[in-house]
């Protein structure tokens, strides 16, 4: 039995599928819808409903601001591991994150919170926690009764398996994982019953914090997180556990093998959907790519940008993971140099550990290609924050002694993604695909 997700179905082998999605024509029947999402905003939903959509939300501590600009570049750095370049102020060294202002500087000083939330229903009656959306990760992780004084906790929102009615306790798995100021969380394992955006998942494993570091006991963000990275990156010992995902594919709980991210600018609308590709976002067609998944991650190629009109091509077949759990857009030194040349002012501050630019600046347009296609940065997301002093601390930073580029929420804002999953495929053949306002061919 073999899922296309462009022919919408399941089918005996695949080349009754392409004929389906492909017909006389030899090309995708890909169509636009020309009601745009800009135009309607959340009532383009309605027509859906609820069921399958998840809508973002953000935790009160940063509903009017964005986290400090050291915790975002130092969770991208704990995660992918990278030590400091010529303009990356942070490294991972010993298990832990420092902040450098040189080689080898071990200071450390950050925090790592979340930036985004959704609502996920566990357990039967449910509990709705607010957990941040990851497709950089594997592992769903909430608070849980467990932990000691968990009652003590009120701006959290706790799951009690033993008030569930469909939980069971997984013996002897656990779980384990570190962040990069050296905050931990573990514990074991309940088989429940959890709801996302409106798919009910019966015996979905759910990791249940037992024990959390004082970082985490003192963040009033979320209250814990759901990966939707691929299986492999599962961190639940001694074997991992089905993902969400998985479990929404497997058990064809959503009419197609995929899931779609929208985050919007400022007051935008934004969404995560399961099973369906939202046709109101934008009236442009979609373009895929192939992804890589080898390293568990969403891994796709980025062979080239733009600035100021110049492409350049990337050396060695560069490729770019795209995470919902990275803040910044983190690239080559080499990129990095060109992009804050072409703007007037900018400078590395050793200080912050990142690039910087006067406020008022002139910002050159900055395209990067994903597959065939390149994509622009929005000018609201060039620049992170502001640094005082008439500076603007820059979106997109140094990526390190990374071998490839992480394209966080700095790049994800100006795109709509569509992640398809389907396992049965061989990885060359998975795909992603883009529908976005600003695009145009890789030459």
């Given amino acids: ?59 009160h501590r940063y509903r009017h601001s964005r986290p400090s600009f050291y915790s975002a570049y130092a969770r991208a750095c704990h995660r992918y591991e990278f030590e400091s370049g010529k303009y990356a102020g942070f490294a991972k060294r010993d298990g832990v994150v420092v902040k450098t202002v040189g080689l080898y500087d071990k200071n450390a000083d950050h925090e790592v919170p979340a930036e985004s939330l959704h609502n996920v229903t ?27 004084d968990a009652s003590r906790y009120r701006t959290h929102r706790i799951y009690d398996p033993y008030a569930s009615q469909t939980a069971q306790h997984a013996r002897g798995l656990t779980w384990n994982i ?49 990966g939707l990275a691929w299986p492999v990156l599962n961190t639940v010992q001694p074997q991992r556990v089905k ?12 009419p197609e093998a995929l899931f779609t991210v929208r ?34 991650f969403w891994q796709v190629p980025s062979t080239c940008y733009s600035v100021r009109g110049q492409t350049i091509m990337r050396l060695h077949g560069n490729t770019a993971i795209l995470d919902t759990g990275t803040s910044l857009l983190l690239v080559g ?51 992170f924050g502001h640094d005082g002093d008439g500076y603007t601390l820059g979106g997109i930073q140094s990526r390190g002694d990374s071998p490839y580029d992480i394209f966080g929420d700095v790049f994800l804002k100006n795109v709509y993604a569509v992640c398809e999953c389907a396992h049965l495929r061989p990885s060359e053949w998975l795909l992603i695909a883009f529908r976005v306002k600003s695009t145009k061919d890789v030459r």
């Fill in 1 to 59: 039995m073999y899922y296309d997700p462009n022919a919408q179905g399941y089918y005996d082998d695949q080349a009754v599928a392409q004929d389906t999605y492909y017909g006389d024509s030899g090309y995708p029947q890909v169509s636009a819808v020309n009601r745009s999402y800009e135009a309607e905003g959340a009532n383009a939903y309605e027509t859906r409903g609820e069921r399958f959509l998840q809508e973002l939300v953000r935790p």
């Fill in 122 to 148: 566990v357990g039967t009656p449910g509990v709705t926690v607010h957990l941040d959306f990851d497709t950089g990760s594997s592992d769903l992780w909430i608070w849980s009764s467990e932990l000691a």
């Fill in 178 to 226: 570190s962040y990069g100021d050296g905050s931990t969380a573990n514990g074991d394992v309940y088989m429940d019953t959890v709801n996302v955006a409106g798919v009910t998942i019966p015996y979905q494993a759910v990791e249940c914090a037992r024990q959390l570091s004082s970082g985490f006991l003192k963040d009033g963000g979320n209250d814990g997180l759901l």
């Fill in 243 to 254: 993902t969400p995902m998985e479990n929404m594919m497997e058990q064809r709980l959503i």
């Fill in 263 to 296: 985050l919007g600018h400022g007051t935008e609308s934004s969404f995560y959907s399961f099973g369906y590709i939202e046709p109101n976002v934008t009236s442009r067609p979609m373009s895929w790519t192939t992804v890589d998944k080898s390293n568990g």
């Fill in 333 to 383: 030194d080499d990129v990095i140099e060109n992009i804050y040349n072409n703007v007037p002012g900018a400078v590395y501050d050793e200080q912050e550990g990142g690039w910087k630019y006067p406020t008022d600046a002139q910002l050159p347009d900055v395209w990067f290609a994903v597959g065939e296609k390149m994509y622009l940065i929005h000018p609201a997301d060039f620049g």
